[in-house]
Each structure stands twice: as C-alpha cells, then as structure tokens.
C-alpha cells in the first residue's frame, strides 16, 4: 500500500505570495495533520482534520487554512507569505483523529521564501 | 502551553556504546510517543507508551513512561551506526493534538 504522499516536494515563493500544499493519506485513514518543521526542531503541530472536520488547531495565524475531502486528501493553504514561513511542512495521517493514534508521516513539502 | 523538553540536543557516541535520550514534559499526559527521524527524511513513528510506569523494548530500543506521566526515556544498547538519527518524543494531554519535543540529534561514530 501507498504510504502518505504531499506535493510539491519543493517549492520557492516570495514574500507576499500564498501558496497550497496538497497530501493524500494512508488508504483507510480518515484523519490528516499537518506540521511545520523547522530545521533543528521538532514538528509544530497545525491543523488536525477528521472526517472533513477540523479537530484541532496549533498557534499559527489565521494566513494558515486547510481543508479535507471527501476523499479524506487535505489542502494546507499559507496566504500572504513571510521569510518566517519557510520550513518543511509534513502531513500525516492516521486511522483516527486524536493524539493518541500513531502518526504516518510524508516526505513533507519544503518551502522556501524568498 | 504544554511544553515538551528534551535533552541532550545532540549526542555523538562510538559504535558499541550506549545512548540515552530523556523527555519533559510540563504537564501530566495521556500518552506519549517516539519518533526516529533519519537525516533528510520523515519522522517514522517507533512506540506509543500509556500507562503509568509502563516500559516497553524493541530488540536494543527500551522505552519508559515515568510513573507521574511527565516524562519518558529511550534508552539505546549497543549502538550502531543505522540509529544515527533524531529522536523525538511527542506527548498528548487529551487536548488539541500531539506536542512534539526539540529531540536528540545521535551521530554514531564506526
């Protein structure tokens, strides 16, 4: 089976930019996070969706939407772009929503601000 | 906000020796978990530990949830140069999500 895919794996913006990262789950899975990592730290948790809702959200401004279909794939769109944006964003999936349910990481999508 | 620490941030060791990473968290959780994230991948989830005091092992992996629930430990024996990585704990209180810890950066030396 297919493990959870995000596109682009690259991507280069300039400040003032939005921009949309995509990421299909794990197949069965019904719940997709997303996370910033920045390089020498541990993700930062975003958004966390289950079943097309949203079920939690981390300290990130309001430039920071995401979506879930009905297919349970999830769109993160980053609107207004700053240098500070630039990391790598990973999504993940799992069977469930919920912090106690193993996370199944992407490749993750890096971002860079220009 | 819920904080989880780790120490060290890095750690270099010689083939052979043993490593240990340690988690804190400032407040009481529901569960934590581990992730190992290799140079230039993913973080790929190792263990979920729950209860109380609980240890598990994985072949030279041994991981610990303390008994207050606050902090955790991996412990790696006889280390070899496919550990080389870093190690994260990520603990969850019951609310919003997963928090994750800076980790521990190993570099292991043949």
């Known amino acids: 089976d297919a493990g959870v895919t995000q596109s682009p794996t690259h991507l280069i913006k300039t400040r003032g930019q939005h921009v949309t990262l995509r990421c299909s789950p794990i197949s069965g899975h019904k719940s997709v996070s997303w996370y910033q990592q920045v390089l020498g730290q541990g993700p930062q948790f975003i958004f966390q969706y289950y079943e097309k809702e949203e079920r939690g959200r981390g300290n990130f401004p309001d430039r920071f939407s995401a979506r879930q279909f009905p297919n349970y794939s999830s769109e993160l769109n980053v609107n207004a772009l700053l240098l500070g944006d630039s990391a790598l964003y990973l999504c993940a999936s799992s069977l469930e929503g919920g912090g106690n349910q193993p996370q199944h990481f992407g490749d993750g999508t890096r971002l860079s601000i220009l | 906000g819920q904080q989880v620490m780790q120490i060290p941030q890095y750690q270099h060791v010689q083939e052979g020796e043993d490593f240990t990473t340690y988690c804190n968290s400032s407040t009481t959780l529901s569960n934590i978990q581990w992730y190992k994230q290799r140079p230039g991948g993913h973080p790929v989830f190792l263990i979920q530990l729950v209860k109380s005091g609980e240890v598990k092992k994985q072949k030279r992996l041994t991981f610990q949830f303390g008994e207050a629930k606050k902090n955790s430990s991996l412990h790696i024996t006889a280390t070899q140069t496919t550990d080389v990585g870093t190690y994260f704990c990520?603990?969850?209180?019951?609310?919003?999500?997963?928090?994750f810890g800076s980790g521990t950066r190993l570099q292991v030396q043949p």
């Open positions: 990520a603990g969850y209180t019951g609310r919003r999500a997963l928090t």
